[in-house]
């Protein structure tokens, strides 16, 4: 699914976020990213949905070749890979319903799949019964799950996680986190970039440990292994 | 799924579009207001400059063409030398034509303009004989009557002087700053629309990145802000266009009455409405649609 060999990412401004990373995640894994702040773990996220490209090195991520992608192919990728963020990045004057769909009006989807999709993502996530309301009349956890409906509402290959549970308090991160574990059990890919240590040494799966731009660690089952 | 590009845009994306942008319009009211305020003040004060040029154009073009030098003739000169004048004139290079007037046709012409009491004159006619001379380009009369001048069968050479000399630099300098002003108010009104859509694009531009980041393709992103910036455009024309419309077909009627009877007259009403409104509304249209071009393409090439 996501293959890098190689890979190394000098920023314009002479520092390097990436050097020589070798990384296999196959389709179906569920891996946490983790590390220090500044290690490369956000470079490394932004290589798998071509927000940076690598300037050494291959980025394959399902069959596309990030460093030699065209800009014009760039939505083709998109499609392949759902992302959220810590900040959710919703839109605030539309409703969650429309915030969903939003996602499959833009890649030009049929109007019937689109209802029916998005209301099958909103009873994943729970939110069905709050499709009308508007973000600001959510909690933090709900908007996080709104987004999270909104990056896999298209069935995307891979989810993309850029510390996803950051601005969440902590029973909260366990709802979160239960739903990313329920969309893994569907064959979805997860990378998820992370700094909270209860998690991942609680919901055990592969762990990649980043620091100064090296794989450190590298680990089935790992643990998060720094102090928190 | 496909890897390669997406393009092909169904009707319902169109649709779709359309919607978005009138969405996007009303959503960012005092935004719209602003910029359709800022075509509107160009666009009119674009299209009065315009009308006022032209017609100043074409007036000064009725006098140019009306400028003729006047060539008195000695009183005792015989018939040989008036031909030999008349020849004398035709070969100068910069003349295109020469009428010969008899002093009791010029007193006939008289008597026509200034009414009957002139007959008086009928009995000794203070008159000269006159060759009427006509240059290719009335830039060269002046040149022209002083060679005229010189000729010995000549006693004077008239055509208005400092008059005539006065308005040809008039309106050479009048069309000058006039195309500068133009050309000046459009780059200022071009600059404001996008200046303009790209504050209303940066409002948006949370959209834009949420829209990248699912896949959207840039045309699918252009379309809606290149149809905002066309309204913006269109809604912009509305007043200038009736204000120039409207305003003209008062301004031309008024001012045509005065100028009966004078060689001098504005341009008609629908030779000039129809190209200025025109042109507004292509102006209107291409500065809507180009503001909003290069305002998106910089949240685009990311």
Redesign the interface.
Same mark, same amino acid.
Do not use: C, D
């Given at each position: 699914m996501i293959d890098m060999q190689g890979v190394t990412k000098k920023y314009p401004n002479g520092v390097t976020a990436l050097s020589g990373v070798d990384v296999t995640i196959k389709q179906g894994e569920f891996v946490y990213i983790v590390g220090p702040s500044g290690a490369g773990k956000s470079t490394f996220i932004k290589l798998i949905y071509r927000e940076e490209k690598p300037t050494g090195g291959t980025v394959i991520v399902g069959g596309m070749n990030i460093a030699t992608l065209k800009q014009r192919s760039i939505p083709a990728l998109r499609r392949k890979v759902g992302v959220v963020f810590q900040d959710f990045k919703l839109l605030p004057l539309l409703n969650v319903y429309e915030n969903v769909a939003f996602a499959l009006e833009v890649i030009e989807e049929e109007p019937a799949v689109i209802r029916k999709q998005v209301m099958e993502v909103l009873d994943l996530v729970g939110l069905k019964h709050k499709a009308r309301m508007l973000p600001t009349e959510l909690s933090g956890g709900e908007q996080q799950r709104i987004a999270i409906a909104r990056s896999i509402v298209n069935d995307p290959k891979v989810v993309i996680a850029d510390e996803p549970t950051g601005n969440l308090d902590p029973d909260t991160s366990w709802d979160i986190m239960r739903l990313f574990e329920t969309i893994n059990e569907r064959g979805t890919t997860i990378v998820m970039a992370t700094h909270n240590k209860d998690i991942v040494n609680t919901i055990r799966r592969r762990v990649i440990a980043i620091e100064n731009g090296r794989i450190v660690r590298d680990e089935q089952r790992g643990d998060y292994g720094y102090e928190a | 799924?496909?890897?390669?590009? /997406?393009t092909a845009?169904?009707p %319902?994306?169109f649709r %779709?579009h359309f919607r978005e942008s009138f969405k996007n319009l009303r %959503?960012n009211g005092w935004m719209t207001f602003a910029a359709v305020s800022a075509v509107t003040v160009t666009l009119l004060l674009t299209g009065i400059f315009l009308v006022i040029m032209l017609n100043l154009n074409k007036i000064g073009t009725d006098i140019e063409n009306d400028v003729e030098i006047r060539v008195h003739v000695k009183l005792d000169a015989a018939e040989a030398d008036k031909e030999q004048l008349r020849t004398q004139i035709e070969n100068l290079p910069e003349v295109e034509d020469v009428e010969y007037s008899s002093k009791e046709q010029e007193l006939q012409n008289l008597i026509k303009d200034m009414g009957s009491d002139y007959t008086l004159f009928e009995q000794s006619n203070p008159l000269y004989d006159v060759f009427v001379v006509k240059t290719v380009r009335p830039q060269e009369t002046p040149g022209a009557a002083r060679k005229i001048e010189q000729f010995s069968q000549t006693e004077k050479a008239v055509y208005g002087e400092e008059k005539v000399e006065n308005l040809f630099s008039f309106m050479k300098t009048a069309r000058n700053v006039g195309v500068v002003l133009v050309a000046g108010l459009l780059f200022t009104a071009m600059f404001l629309i996008s200046n303009t859509i790209k504050i209303t694009i940066f409002a948006r531009r949370? +959209?834009i +990145? /949420?829209?990248?980041?699912?896949?959207?393709?840039?045309w699918? /992103?252009r379309w809606p802000f290149l149809l905002e910036g066309l309204w913006i455009g269109l809604l912009g024309s509305i007043i200038p266009i009736t204000a120039v419309a409207v305003g003209y077909y008062y301004a031309e009627q008024a001012i045509s009455a005065k100028l009966t009877g004078h060689f001098v007259e504005f341009i008609g009403y629908i030779p000039l409405v129809v190209p200025v409104t025109a042109l507004m509304l292509v102006i209107a249209v291409f500065i809507g649609i180009w503001g909003s071009f290069i305002s998106v393409r910089r949240f685009l090439?990311v």
């Open positions: - | 799924m496909n890897s390669g590009v /997406i845009m169904k %319902r994306t %779709r %959503r949370k +959209e +990145e /949420i829209m990248k980041l699912v896949g959207a393709t840039n699918f /992103i090439n």
